[in-house]
């Protein structure tokens, strides 16, 4: 009844839908789901069911672990310990033999308590980064300003790409953003890709020199057409860039590309609200703080009466993440199963994680957190293989049938507990993302805290190793779109795409698309 109910209300996206389809045995539909073209789309930015598990990636990620021999030059507990300085008591600058000091105490840091360290590089790599700073520093016989201190480390540490890491204000990580220009449209068909000039297709020959499919990227027009605009991913501190495009008649044109850029969201970490007869569920942040914690659950609670809607929004702009067990929660309350990537991950357990993780239970939970309590939820076991390391946890792939469809709102501010309900939900087959690529926080997990002895500069260093599916790392880059629109007119095109596109299914029959193989020449 539900469902005849939305079909009948008056709205546009539902009237569109009110039509009674019946499948070829008479059978009435019963999902509501992407029509051909825009699921080719969608499936073409999709991991493939062969990767679902691969028995070598524990082998892989195991070298991805820094063996540890001895821990002769560890940090004590004690000297980890350490609590956030108000911001009137910060040095203001930092002696050259103070600074020496306290770059060893961060390097150490990073030997054993850095689950990315061996990574990116390990003894080599942070050794190297350690002199050059060195080096430096001992070219000051005067005090460092702490802006100027803060520069010259991480200066040196830019073989580093990771999310979830900092030093003091700096993230230590190049974020990538899609330079295009939404103001030009093309179009696909059997032939090929065209630009409509005076009424008449204009093939395109290249762009770059390259198939025109690697510049153009799917999107969504203002009344919910798809069209494929020109566009290329880059570092987003990059200059404008332009193109060279080709046609098939002779002529040529260069045209110019900028950034996409789009505005930060304020609001409740939480909010269920309508577009139209279809629920909007806006999900701003997953941070467990005492002001989040009852929006947190009534964001779980809500999913198991969103079970039998028919279509989802679900508006994750802006959310940084926070706890992943209520993404995990809402996933499970919504469909009774679980959609998950195929994951490989470790825990370091070293004093030193320990500690730092310690402080970040006491910063955000409460007071009376203990080494004890860390160490167990790192998974603290002396009878690992891996000295330092908890026990490697690798699990399967699942990808799971859903009803309701969910078309998930996305941007570049999305990151880490935030990230893994997008890739969660990329596992889901009846899921369509619309938006920007999320910030990319992917790599590590379980960040913890430190204050630096001298300088007070604050560390955030993730202590869980856990790569994307095929290990290689997507931090500053995320996860990508399936069609490409301004975060910050997401909701109308949304809105205007879901009117045009979505249809009935019977049973299990889903077309094949025959533009498809264009998609990917």
Not at 360 to 388: E, F, K, M, V
Request: aromatic letters at 10%; charged letters at 20%.
């Amino acid at each position: 009844m539900r469902l005849v109910r939305w079909l009948c209300s008056g709205l546009t996206l539902c009237m569109l839908l009110m039509p009674v389809f019946e499948g070829p045995s008479g059978q009435s539909c019963t999902c509501v789901v992407l029509e051909p073209a825009a699921l080719a789309i969608a499936n073409a930015n999709r991991p493939k069911p062969a990767d679902m598990y691969d028995p070598g990636l524990y082998r892989a990620f195991q070298s991805l672990l820094y063996p540890y021999h001895d821990f002769e030059d560890e940090l004590s507990a004690d000297e980890l310990r350490s609590e956030p300085t108000s911001p009137d008591d910060m040095p203001h600058a930092i002696s050259p033999e103070d600074a020496a000091a306290e770059v060893d105490f961060i390097f150490r840091v990073f030997k054993y308590g850095y689950a990315g360290y061996q990574y990116f590089g390990g003894d080599d790599a942070f050794g190297a980064a350690k002199a050059r700073i060195l080096e430096e520093l001992s070219c000051r016989s005067e005090d460092i300003l702490q802006n100027e201190y803060e520069s010259i480390i991480c200066s040196h540490l830019g073989f580093i790409q990771d999310g979830h890491l900092s030093l003091g204000r700096t993230r230590l990580c190049k974020y990538y953003v899609l330079f295009w220009n939404p103001e030009r449209e093309f179009h696909l068909d059997e032939h090929g890709f065209y630009a409509t000039q005076d009424g008449a297709a204009c093939r395109v020959l290249s762009i770059e020199g390259a198939a025109p499919s690697k510049h153009l990227k799917p999107s969504i027009n203002c009344d919910g057409d798809i069209v494929y605009i020109p566009g290329v991913i880059r570092p987003e501190l990059s200059e404008g860039i332009s193109i060279s495009i080709e046609y098939e008649d002779g002529h040529a044109e260069r045209m110019q590309l900028e950034p996409m850029k789009s505005g930060r969201l304020a609001g409740p970490a939480y909010e269920l609200g309508q577009m139209g007869e279809v629920p909007l569920v806006a999900s701003r942040s997953f941070g467990p703080t005492a002001a989040n914690l009852d929006y947190l659950n009534a964001f779980v609670e809500d999913a198991g009466r969103l079970r039998d809607e028919p279509v989802i929004v679900l508006d994750l702009r802006s959310n940084p993440g926070g706890d992943s067990t209520y993404p995990a929660r809402w996933v499970w309350r919504l469909l009774l199963q679980t959609a998950k990537a195929q994951q490989v991950s470790a825990k370091l357990t070293t004093v030193t994680a320990v500690a730092l993780y310690a402080n970040t239970l006491r910063h955000y939970l409460s007071s009376s957190q203990t080494l004890a309590d860390a160490a167990a939820l790192l998974g603290r076991d002396d009878s690992s293989p891996h000295p330092g390391w908890s026990r490697i946890y690798h699990g399967a792939g699942t990808t799971v049938s859903n009803d309701p469809f969910i078309a998930v709102i996305t941007d570049s501010f999305i990151a880490s507990a935030a990230e893994g309900l997008v890739l969660s939900l990329r596992h889901m087959d009846n899921v369509v993302f619309i938006g920007a690529n999320t910030r990319g926080a992917l790599l590590t997990g379980n960040v913890a805290l430190c204050y630096l002895p001298f300088s007070k500069l604050g560390m955030s260093v993730p202590v869980m190793l856990t790569p994307y599916e095929d290990l290689d790392n997507r931090d500053g880059l995320g996860l990508l779109p399936d069609f490409w629109v301004d975060p910050d007119k997401a909701l109308d095109r949304v809105k205007a795409f879901l009117e045009k596109h979505l249809v009935m299914e019977a049973g299990e029959a889903r077309e094949s698309n025959p533009l498809e193989g264009l998609l990917n020449p």
